[in-house]
DNA sequence: GTCTATAATTCGATAGAC
DNA sequence: GTCTATCGAATTATAGAC
């Protein structure tokens, strides 16, 4: 069956980030990766050559993903606290609807360190990184206002990151050391956001009886 | 070469551990394995019939590992300032000597959930989990003195251990979205525990003009 | 561009000698 | 308990017809 040749290979691409953020670089299969694309196992050598060059064009898209989530694209004219409450939100709703990009991502960054690290540095490279850097010059201006404690800008967004990004892995295996019912948990996982923000705001704003 | 039964057991569960920690379920090899082992491929299967088998136990080793180190056995006399400092400074001690058994675990999670869940739910029930359960009580109490601000004990724990754990995983690629020199980047390493507690304590500690 | 057929290799597992 | 030899299945990759 001929078809348009952009058209398979963007059929390839989408089933090949399918299978490789579910099984992973060594588990994943080039015939299953043909299967869900619908396409002949040997389209996928005529495009793509190797089954790494693959995994390569995958591995680029998630580290862009999670470099996005990071920096996310805020409104920067309210205040402080109105911008880390959306910077935690925006986050949260990230990860929440891509949350397989992001085992993924924790995972390979373990099996393929250097290879993670590479395309890190390269996407970086052509990312629009100002976002990032205004929000952190925002909370250094914060601090000089004495609108916030003395915090460095960029332990403060891993330290949002950090909670955001776990949990959203991990609650599940989590939740089997507590006793919360189902109702409990949909309810814990549905105000994570509020939950982080309170968090991180109680610690950082400043009280003016001190 | 007849050696001690159990000798050989131990150098294939000690060589399985190593291999399945760098290189995941899928991609670890069954040669590779008795190679670090130095015992014959054969052996592997005579005392683990599979490497299914194999896989569990490393798999088990390291849930347990995981579970303790949320858990942290702790003096419980101190005030709660002390408990959850001494609690930071031991998470982040173990997970920086285990960083591999971590990272094994997160990706684990996201590749064979249910076998994960599994396996976390069983060494739940035979580990010790009263450590947690008096931390947890330690802190209800700490807010019904009004010691600290109102916060749910379960999350409070999450939080801290999103903060000692994911930092310790990604930090090396974190790095690379700044331009801190190498001996910054150490210094930064060095003091995250007391970042961490600083960021925590200070979300959480009730002031007195309020 | 797409398909069939198959080469080349790797891997988990087992049989059987010692 | 340990080793050699090998099976059988799975997997990446390629050759070549259409």
């Given at each position: 069956?001929?078809?348009?040749?952009?058209?398979?290979?963007?059929?390839?691409?989408?089933?090949?980030?399918?299978?490789?953020?579910?099984?992973?670089?060594?588990?994943?299969?080039?015939?299953?990766?043909?299967?869900?694309?619908?396409?002949?196992?040997?389209?996928?050598?005529?495009?793509?050559?190797?089954?790494?060059?693959?995994?390569?064009?995958?591995?680029?898209?998630?580290?862009?993903?999670?470099?996005?989530?990071?920096?996310?694209?805020?409104?920067?004219?309210?205040?402080?606290?109105?911008?880390?409450?959306?910077?935690?939100?925006?986050?949260?709703?990230?990860?929440?609807?891509?949350?397989?990009?992001?085992?993924?991502?924790?995972?390979?960054?373990?099996?393929?360190?250097?290879?993670?690290?590479?395309?890190?540095?390269?996407?970086?490279?052509?990312?629009?990184?100002?976002?990032?850097?205004?929000?952190?010059?925002?909370?250094?201006?914060?601090?000089?206002?004495?609108?916030?404690?003395?915090?460095?800008?960029?332990?403060?967004?891993?330290n949002i990151f950090s909670l955001d990004i776990f949990f959203a892995i991990l609650s599940p295996i989590l939740f089997e050391?507590?006793?919360?019912?189902?109702?409990?948990?949909?309810?814990?996982?549905?105000?994570?956001?509020?939950?982080?923000?309170?968090?991180?705001?109680?610690?950082?704003?400043?009280?003016?009886?001190?």
């Amino acid at each position: 069956m001929v078809t348009d040749s952009k058209e398979s290979e963007e059929k390839i691409l989408k089933a090949a980030f399918s299978v490789f953020l579910r099984k992973g670089k060594a588990g994943a299969r080039m015939q299953e990766i043909a299967d869900e694309a619908g396409v002949n196992k040997s389209l996928l050598h005529y495009y793509f050559r190797s089954k790494d060059k693959i995994y390569l064009a995958v591995l680029k898209h998630t580290v862009e993903n999670f470099i996005l989530t990071i920096v996310q694209d805020l409104e920067l004219t309210s205040d402080l606290k109105e911008i880390i409450k959306k910077l935690i939100s925006k986050q949260i709703n990230t990860i929440k609807e891509n949350s397989q990009i992001f085992q993924f991502f924790m995972g390979e960054v373990w099996m393929n360190p250097d290879e993670v690290k590479n395309v890190f540095r390269e996407t970086l490279k052509i990312l629009d990184k100002s976002a990032l850097l205004v929000i952190m010059e925002r909370i250094e201006d914060a601090v000089r206002r004495k609108e916030i404690r003395k915090v460095s800008p960029f332990q403060l967004i891993v330290n949002i990151f950090s909670l955001d990004i776990f949990f959203a892995i991990l609650s599940p295996i989590l939740f089997e050391m507590t006793d919360f019912t189902e109702a409990e948990r949909a309810a814990i996982v549905e105000n994570r956001a509020e939950e982080v923000f309170n968090f991180v705001w109680e610690s950082i704003r400043l009280r003016k009886e001190e």
